[in-house]
Every structure is written in structure tokens, then in C-alpha cells.
């Protein structure tokens, strides 16, 4: 696994590309770590956004349009439709997502257009698999409401039944969709002591299961599991996957846990499902129409609730741009991009 420390940025001398004095023009979407900036700027001609605008899919098209981009650096929460990919400048040779999902991108769209797509796998997998464990942490223990207690200068004192969560030592874990990250999450989920099983396309080998359970069928893990945790894809076959049905499967008082993204829960399902008691909590870091997440989460005690923060440290965000601009690099000068999805 590529660690985030293990990704450094090149220099200029690395790049025979910001030696050429026709630079390649590259858009990026969003501000990016300084570092990444940096050397972006060097290597191409660059175009930032440093006040950091959400641009729409069509106002990205129009930016690249205006600096006849080569390539853009684009980042999860772009809409990158079929109309924004339509508009883009016949220029643009690569879409480099600064993420590992890529939901945000018509990828046919793309496709057909000739573009290559690439995007940032592993350098984010540690940091997101922290991520989970500290929702699982913070849900099963009532972090938020004891933070928003003291917050509100509400706490009275240490009592023998205050705010008692659950003891995740001895639970099972289930994990629907094996990949890195959730094999990060489960090494990390042993050390607090709770069993693995999980449910992926393939069952991984031995050295990896490292004697998980494995469920070919989620739906048959599913009772199996006293907190369950999301990480596969977002597509239209994956929209709401945990609904109702699937929800009423789980043993009562299990605990759900997603950092994938948040069109996979149906979110009035498990807002009901929290409201009841079906569900004991919840840790999200990714909701359906981020920012405009279902206003039910907030009221409750029960969730505990982040900004899409998977993969927000130094390093890693470091790391995810230097893997973008990698990419960008190798697509300008013909050789195969390394994280190619299309
Ligand atoms: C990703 O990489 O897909 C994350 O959700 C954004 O960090």
C-alpha cells in the first residue's frame, strides 16, 4: 500500500514538461494544498481558484475553455455530467479526479468523448479507514452528545449511568465491500477487539481474510452484524442499498457506519430507523446532496456526524494532488496514466 509520506512532489527538474516553454494549461477546479499549487504552477500553466468557488459542471467547462486547457484537476462534489463533459474545450485531454470516487464524473460521458479519467486509489486509504473507526468510536460511545454537554456547560458531574453507549470489544463488524479500505478498517477494527465479516464480489485470500467470515450474499451477512459499515461504490445499481428491508435484517441496536458516500443509504430509512431504536446510531462523514444533508440527522442525539473529512489530513491531501498531477503528467507525455479509470 502507497502511504501518503511515500508520494513526494516532483520537482520542476523532475518534469521535462515545465522545462518546455509552451507549458500544457491545467484547470483546477477547487484551491488545493499549497504544495500541490505549487507545483502545479511549475509544471503547467495553471489556472487556480483561490477563493475556493463551488463551480458548477457548465462554469467549469467555461474556465477550461478560457485557458484552453490540456488537462483538469477536478475534485469529489464537481458535477462533471454528460452536458459539462459535452462543453468542455476540445483541448482537454485528461479529467484527474483528486479523489478515489469518481461518482461525481459521467465516466460513459467521458468515455466517449476519448477522455482519459484517472483518480487518487491508496494514498487515502489509511486516513479514511481512521475516519471509520472514529465514527464507530463516536457512535457507539455517545461522543456528540457528551462533547455538545459540555459545550453547552450542561454537565453536571460524573454519575454511574450517564450517557452509556456500547462496548465494541466482542461485536462483529460487518464490512460490505473488501477492498483497501475496507481491509484498512478491519485491521484497525481487531485491534478493539471485535470479529470481521464481510461481503465482497471475491472472496479475498487467505492472507487477507485473516480469518474474517466471509458472506457471499450481503443480504445474509447482514444479521450478522452488530455495526455495519459501507464501503463500495456509489452508481445507480448501489443507490439507497440500505433501506428499509435491509435495515430491518440487522440485529436490533446495530450500529451503521459510512464513509463511502452517502447515496448508498436511503436516508429516510435509517432516520427512521435511528428515531426507533433500530438502529442504535449512526457515524456518517458522507450524505446524499452534500452540503444539504437530511435536516433529520442533525435533531438527533444518536448521530454522529462529519463533514466528508475521510481523507482531510496534510499528508494525505498532499498526496492526492502530487497522484493527480502524476497522472496529469503521464497523460501529457504519452505514456499510460498509472490510476487510469477510463
Ligand atoms: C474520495 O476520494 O472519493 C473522497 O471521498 C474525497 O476525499
Same mark, same amino acid.
Request: net charge neutral.
Given at each position: 500500500?502507497? !502511504?501518503p ?5 516532483? +520537482?520542476?527538474?523532475?518534469?521535462? =514538461?515545465?522545462? !518546455? ?12 494544498p ?48 454528460? @452536458? ?17 470516487? +469518481?461518482? *461525481? ?10 477522455? +482519459? ?14 475516519? @471509520? ?10 461522543? !456528540? ?8 456547560? =450542561?454537565?453536571?458531574?460524573? +454519575? /454511574?449511568?450517564? #450517557? ?53 450474499? /450481503? ?9 455495519? !459499515? ?9 443507490? *439507497? ?37 433500530? #438502529? ?13 444533508? *437530511? ?18 489530513t496534510v499528508e494525505t491531501r498532499n ?10 503528467? @503521464? ?12
Amino acid at each position: 500500500m502507497t !502511504s501518503p509520506a511515500d508520494v513526494q512532489p516532483a +520537482t520542476q527538474s523532475d518534469n521535462p =514538461a515545465s522545462r !518546455s516553454s509552451a507549458r500544457p494549461a491545467l484547470l483546477l477546479t477547487r484551491r488545493l494544498p499549497d504544495a500541490v499549487e505549487a507545483r502545479a504552477s511549475c509544471d503547467y500553466r495553471a489556472l487556480l481558484n483561490p477563493e475556493d468557488r463551488a463551480f458548477t459542471g457548465a462554469e467549469i467547462a467555461a474556465r477550461a475553455t478560457e485557458i484552453g486547457a490540456d488537462a483538469v484537476l477536478c475534485c469529489a462534489g464537481d458535477r462533471l455530467d454528460a @452536458a459539462a463533459i459535452a462543453a468542455l474545450p476540445r483541448s482537454v485531454r485528461v479529467l484527474a479526479t483528486f479523489s478515489v470516487g +469518481t461518482d *461525481h464524473i459521467d465516466l460513459e460521458a467521458a468515455r466517449a468523448r476519448g477522455l +482519459t479519467v484517472t483518480n487518487t486509489p491508496d494514498v487515502l486509504t489509511d486516513a479514511t479507514a481512521d475516519i @471509520a473507526l472514529l465514527l464507530l468510536l463516536g457512535a457507539a460511545r455517545r461522543a !456528540s452528545e457528551g462533547e455538545r454537554m459540555i459545550r453547552a456547560n =450542561a454537565w453536571t458531574g460524573w +454519575t /454511574p449511568t450517564q #450517557l452509556m453507549g456500547t462496548h465494541v470489544g466482542g461485536k462483529r463488524l460487518g464490512i460490505v465491500g473488501m477492498g483497501r479500505i475496507g481491509q484498512a478498517v478491519a485491521a484497525r477494527a481487531r485491534a478493539f477487539g471485535l470479529t470481521i465479516h464481510y461481503s465482497n464480489r471475491r472472496r479475498l485470500p487467505a492472507e487477507l481474510e485473516l480469518g474474517a467470515t466471509y458472506h457471499a450474499d /450481503p443480504e445474509e451477512m447482514l444479521a450478522a452484524c452488530d455495526v455495519l !459499515s459501507l464501503h463500495f461504490p456509489a452508481t445507480a445499481e448501489t443507490r *439507497h442499498w440500505l433501506n428499509a428491508g435491509r435495515i430491518a435484517r440487522l440485529p436490533p441496536g446495530a450500529i451503521l457506519i459510512n464513509t463511502a458516500r452517502g447515496s448508498v443509504v436511503d436516508d429516510g430509512a435509517v432516520i427512521d430507523a435511528l428515531k426507533s431504536g433500530r #438502529l442504535a446510531a449512526a457515524g456518517l462523514d458522507v450524505f446524499e446532496n452534500e452540503p444539504n444533508l *437530511h435536516p433529520g440527522y442533525r435533531d438527533l442525539p444518536n448521530t454522529f456526524l462529519l463533514p466528508h473529512l475521510g481523507s482531510a489530513t496534510v499528508e494525505t491531501r498532499n498526496a492526492m494532488g502530487f497522484k493527480a498531477l502524476d497522472n496529469v503528467d @503521464a497523460v501529457m507525455a504519452g505514456r499510460p496514466a498509472p490510476d487510469r479509470v477510463v
